[in-house]
């Protein structure tokens, strides 16, 4: 008997060992083949998605993949993603926000009244813009802890507090617009935040820093995995990704900086815009905020099975109204960059389709909807698919009903791909 309890305690041990030795780039790969298998693709649809609008736009309209077009691309979806950002992280939960879109409105038209109030009023003449932005983004963060509070304090689902919210802050909007119907952005920051371009040398720059960023996380990550016994991504696998990086990071930054104004005689137009920085930027944050904080560990737990969570001694309520109120946050920032699209803000603000787009962005680019699985950058890659249809669709002149419909299967289709994903996991095939 004394036999068998130490042939089984060597048995456990050499497993243990084993989970420990370092992982060759050969078994990283084997590994990352057998969770495709069993449905953890990634983003692997969406790159090949992007290929495939790419040439089927190009092929319609040369214009498609111009770097004047794909300019306008990163312009269309920054507001987009931005929002996106913030309803990822309630997607995560396993929750909704169809307030995001109105809420962004608001954080617009808040921004608008009180420029335009401090040029009219010279009492007010110390309100500029960077008091502004920071005051909009209050208003909007109070009201996701509005929202977070409700649903939390009366448990009530999320779709039927933030379906209230989407009527009652359009109401606002209605309101605040009044009977003018617009409020145009006059203050020069604000207003030219969605066309100001940075000298040709910063793209370099700041991709070049994302990119460093991005490796020297990578490699911290490695090393407290080593440290804590555990598997760690293999080096040589590190060093390709960020090659393949640098060489997309490299190729972007070209086309940023190629001329895009339409004649030799007009002024240059190139450079990296400003709101695609500002896009970047909010990436690197709430990317490490959710991987690398404890805050994001317990969003993931709280989605992944909310009664473990509660269990584990996690305040699951509080973590609950923070991530309404990042939602908030987001969208009055994503509300602010679109009224500087349009340089004003009217009382059609945060309708039409943006509530559709912003949550295509998050699923599209593999966010679940069931909770606990996504990333923060599916935002940004689903922002991607979505305003590449749009324009695509724009450049063919195609009408308002085929967009919707197009825009619609292609949602359909992301949610297909999700729910035969953690099928094919649960099921282990």
């Not at 300019?71 to 995001?100: C, F, H, K, P, R």
């Not at 963060?141 to 507090?161: C, E, K």
């Not at 923060?376 to 009903?401: D, Q």
Request: proline share 3%; hydrophobic share 55%; net charge positive.
């Amino acid at each position: 008997m004394t036999d068998i309890i130490q042939e089984s305690d060597e048995s456990v041990q050499s497993a243990l060992l084993a989970s420990q030795a370092p992982q060759s780039p050969a078994e990283y790969l084997n590994a990352m083949w057998r969770r495709i298998r069993s449905g953890d693709i990634g983003t692997l649809p969406i790159v090949l998605g992007l290929v495939v609008i790419a040439i089927i736009f190009q092929t319609a309209n040369q214009n498609f993949l111009t770097p004047r077009n794909l300019v306008n691309i990163v312009i269309q979806m920054a507001g987009i993603a931005v929002i996106a950002y913030g309803m990822v992280y309630v997607l995560l939960l396993g929750e909704i926000d169809l307030s995001a879109g109105y809420v962004s409105a608001v954080g617009g038209v808040s921004a608008a009244i009180l420029l335009r109030d401090s040029l009219m009023n010279p009492s007010l003449a110390w309100i500029d813009w960077w008091n502004v932005i920071p005051i909009a983004l209050l208003i909007t963060t109070a009201i996701g802890f509005l929202h977070g509070f409700i649903i939390t304090s009366f448990q009530l689902p999320s779709f039927i507090v933030t379906l209230a919210g989407l009527l009652a802050w359009n109401g606002v909007v209605l309101m605040i617009v009044g009977d003018g119907g617009t409020v145009n952005i006059q203050n020069p920051v604000v207003r030219n935040l969605a066309s100001e371009v940075l000298p040709p040398i910063w793209s370099w720059i700041i991709i070049g820093l994302f990119i460093a960023s991005y490796g020297v996380l990578d490699f911290m990550t490695a090393n407290a995995r080593r440290k804590a016994g555990l598997r760690a991504k293999p080096t040589p696998i590190m060093i390709g990704q960020l090659v393949i990086m640098a060489a997309i990071g490299a190729f972007v930054a070209y086309i940023f900086n190629i001329n895009r104004a339409l004649t030799s005689a007009a002024p240059p137009q190139q450079g990296m815009p400003v709101i695609a920085v500002i896009m970047l930027v909010m990436l690197m944050v709430l990317t490490f905020v959710a991987e690398r904080t404890r805050f994001g560990r317990y969003v993931y737990a709280v989605g992944g099975n909310k009664e473990a969570a509660r269990r584990a001694g996690i305040r699951v309520e509080r973590i609950r109204v923070l991530v309404f109120m990042v939602s908030g946050l987001m969208a009055g920032m994503g509300g602010i960059i679109l009224a500087s699209r349009l340089k004003s803000v009217a009382t059609d603000a945060g309708g039409g389709n943006l509530l559709l787009y912003v949550i295509a962005a998050a699923v599209i680019g593999g966010t679940s909807l069931f909770g606990g699985r996504g990333k923060v950058v599916s935002a940004v890659l689903g922002a991607l698919v979505v305003a590449s249809v749009e324009n695509g669709m724009g450049l063919l002149n195609v009408s308002s009903g085929v967009k919707f419909v197009v825009t619609g299967l292609v949602l359909l289709a992301a949610v297909v791909i999700d729910a035969l994903s953690r099928r094919g996991q649960q099921t282990g095939r």
